[in-house]
């Protein structure tokens, strides 16, 4: 989440869904049966709408949000690895080859990683002359070492200081060339060289940052030099797609020629088929149709409109509104278009640990008994979006290992204000009775989007919080995620968040959300702070209490290495001790996807890597 929503990511993480329902089946090549039978057709134009664009424009540098994951990963760029674009019944969350021919030969010490790449590979005009090289993914690190170049993006899971345990030798020291740990064997061989064994490493090179680039001369990052601001606009891949107009680009004009027609911000994206794409390449993505078309804006209730009407033939970036949800599922006629599968993302209330009343781990705790879960779970639209959320890590993750695990677990899911007040009692801000009233419990900040379902949300916080002593001063923010990611707005308690995995590994809660060492000035999605030290406090401009935040850096360190079971168990331990010992969020509903298509649609399927549709496995009439 993308990944915020998207971030990710996020990650921001944006609007998720349901039981595994609706019609998916698994094409693996043209002409595969559907899910009502027969061919799944090829051709014809997908017709999609979100309410608001992606957060960097494309560039996958920098994209952090769930709403590029997709757009990046079945259609625009191919990476020396990535997944096969299905759900989690199908091996979505199962890493394949993809620029690369094999998966990678990895040294006995776990530190070197070899990676032989398919020849012949060539990438969209104007550049179709020009063969993918090792080079070329080189070149995609250089970038990704550069913090301007890369700001705000994955660079944590490369850099050895990044808190995902080790990186890729030479990587903070390169700034923008080819880390010392990166080497060009031959123009079809890379290797990769690690500071330490990483246990995740071979997801990180299914990330978008490590498309390759194509050289332009002797430029040092190829077509990136001269484009970092809208690297995106400019962006020239190698999937089975393209945006409009990237055959018409200038390898060698100025950075400030008009850019591609495909993408207007905030407007539209456009893309066309990708006339270098070789389908017997690429084996993880049929791209059924020809063209897919995305209009951006409109609210929710808009577009839920616009789908029954036909005019487009998904909105996919939110969940549908409860009342058009509820219409399809009781009306046997159009159950089939209604499309429900299990996510692997969270949603959560996040505290500042560091500012009061939330540095007070008591606070905490009584927040987690307090807090009306099934009641912030039902403003979304009830069951059906998603199943309570009793720890961090969805249990998707686990295997449902942790599934008894609910530490805060209450009657109905409703709160509890016996134990939260119990809780309230050990607090530094209560006088006794279980009450917060001190000062500080009055008039807490709380950050609130603008969203259909955040006036709700904030009714159920605020109307719980009270039941403790804690009253909010509610600042609304259309788009809140700037504010709440920059650490010197000091803000104390924010409703807005969620959070997807980057990848199928429980590593992409832990270090991006909860490591004080990936906590950054803009874009940091560490909302609670854990971790951080006085002297990140000062730099970062925190008003609040550094001196005692506590820190689980060396806990993420251990499991950072570790393979298979042994690494689910120390993350299993680690998600525990957050839950017992730290107590950083409320967590409060696992959230699932579910989308609404057209009548035009002829095949459906869900990308377990992304959570959102996979668009080149979409048919339409």
């Given at each position: 989440m993308n990944r915020l929503l998207k971030l990710v990511a996020a990650v921001a993480f944006v609007g998720l869904v349901a039981a595994a329902c609706g019609g998916n089946s698994t094409p693996t090549a043209t002409g595969t049966p559907s899910a009502s039978g027969g061919e799944i057709p090829q051709g014809g134009v997908l017709k999609m709408a979100i309410e608001a664009d992606v957060d960097k424009a494309f560039d996958p540098a920098k994209e952090y949000s769930t709403l590029s994951f997709e757009p990046f990963r079945c259609c625009l760029l191919r990476t020396l690895l990535t997944t096969n674009g299905q759900d989690a019944a199908h091996d979505g969350d199962v890493i394949q080859p993809d620029l690369a021919t094999d998966l990678p030969q990895v040294s006995a010490d776990g530190l070197t990683y070899v990676f032989t790449i398919q020849s012949g590979i060539h990438y969209a005009p104007p550049f179709d002359n020009v063969e993918v090289t090792a080079g070329d993914f080189a070149r995609a690190i250089a970038r990704e070492s550069d913090s301007s170049a890369s700001a705000n993006g994955y660079s944590f899971y490369y850099s050895p200081s990044g808190g995902t345990g080790g990186g890729i030798v030479g990587f903070d020291e390169a700034k923008g060339t080819v880390p010392s740990g990166v080497k060009v064997v031959d123009d079809h061989t890379l290797s990769i060289t690690l500071t330490a064994p990483v246990g995740d490493f071979t997801w990180r090179m299914t990330m978008a940052a490590m498309a390759p680039i194509p050289p332009v001369g002797d430029k040092v990052l190829g077509w990136a030099d001269g484009h970092t601001k809208d690297y995106g606009r400019y962006l020239v891949g190698t999937g089975p797609y393209m945006f409009k107009g990237t055959d018409a680009l200038d390898p060698n004009g100025p950075p400030t020629q008009d850019p591609i027609s495909g993408y207007v911000p905030g407007r539209s994206w456009t893309l066309v088929r990708n006339p270098s794409w070789d389908s017997a390449t690429d084996k993880n993505r049929p791209a059924y149709v020809d063209e897919i078309d995305v209009a951006i804006g409109g609210t929710a209730t808009v577009l839920a409109n616009e789908v029954d009407n036909g005019t487009i033939d998904i909105e996919f970036?939110?969940?549908?509104?409860?009342?058009?949800?509820?219409?399809?599922?009781?009306?046997?006629?159009?159950?089939?278009?209604?499309?429900?599968?299990?996510?692997?993302?969270?949603?959560?209330?996040?505290?500042?640990?560091?500012?009061?009343?939330?540095?007070?781990?008591?606070?905490?705790?009584?927040?987690?008994?307090?807090?009306?879960?099934?009641?912030?779970?039902?403003?979304?639209?009830?069951?059906?979006?998603?199943?309570?959320?009793?720890?961090?890590?969805?249990?998707?993750?686990?295997?449902?290992?942790?599934?008894?695990?609910?530490?805060?677990?209450?009657?109905?899911?409703?709160?509890?204000?016996?134990?939260?007040?119990?809780?309230?009692?050990?607090?530094?801000?209560?006088?006794?009775?279980?009450?917060?009233?001190?000062?500080?419990?009055?008039?807490?900040?709380?950050?609130?989007?603008?969203?259909?379902?955040?006036?709700?949300?904030?009714?159920?916080?605020?109307?719980?919080?009270?039941?403790?002593?804690?009253?909010?001063?509610?600042?609304?923010?259309?788009?809140?995620?700037?504010?709440?990611?920059?650490?010197?707005?000091?803000?104390?308690?924010?409703?807005?968040?969620?959070?997807?995995?980057?990848?199928?590994?429980?590593?992409?809660?832990?270090?991006?959300?909860?490591d004080g060492r990936t906590i950054i000035p803009n874009g940091n999605t560490n909302y609670s702070l854990l971790g951080i030290t006085p002297a990140q406090c000062t730099k970062l401009k925190i008003t609040g209490n550094c001196k005692n935040v506590p820190s689980v850096n060396s806990q993420i360190d251990k499991c950072a290495p570790l393979l298979g079971n042994a690494r689910i168990v120390c993350y299993e331990n680690l998600d525990k001790y957050l839950m017992l010992n730290v107590v950083p969020w409320v967590p409060w509903m696992w959230s699932l996807v579910t989308r609404i298509t057209s009548t035009n649609i002829t095949h459906y399927q869900y990308d377990q890597f992304s959570t959102t549709p996979a668009y080149s496995m979409i048919s339409v009439k």
């Open positions: 970036g939110g969940v549908p509104p409860a009342q058009q949800l509820a219409a399809y599922q009781a009306d046997p006629t159009k159950t089939a278009q209604v499309h429900a599968t299990p996510s692997d993302g969270v949603r959560y209330i996040a505290m500042n640990i560091a500012l009061p009343p939330f540095d007070d781990i008591h606070v905490r705790k009584a927040m987690n008994w307090i807090i009306d879960k099934a009641a912030l779970r039902q403003t979304w639209g009830g069951p059906t979006v998603g199943t309570i959320a009793n720890h961090v890590v969805p249990d998707t993750l686990f295997n449902f290992r942790l599934q008894e695990f609910a530490p805060y677990k209450t009657a109905g899911d409703h709160g509890n204000v016996a134990k939260a007040k119990a809780a309230m009692k050990g607090s530094k801000y209560s006088s006794g009775g279980g009450m917060c009233d001190a000062k500080e419990c009055k008039n807490v900040l709380l950050i609130s989007d603008t969203r259909g379902v955040d006036p709700g949300m904030v009714a159920t916080m605020e109307q719980d919080a009270k039941k403790i002593g804690i009253t909010f001063k509610v600042r609304q923010i259309n788009g809140a995620y700037p504010t709440i990611q920059t650490p010197s707005k000091n803000v104390p308690i924010a409703e807005r968040p969620g959070w997807g995995k980057d990848f199928a590994d429980a590593v992409t809660f832990f270090a991006p959300l909860f």
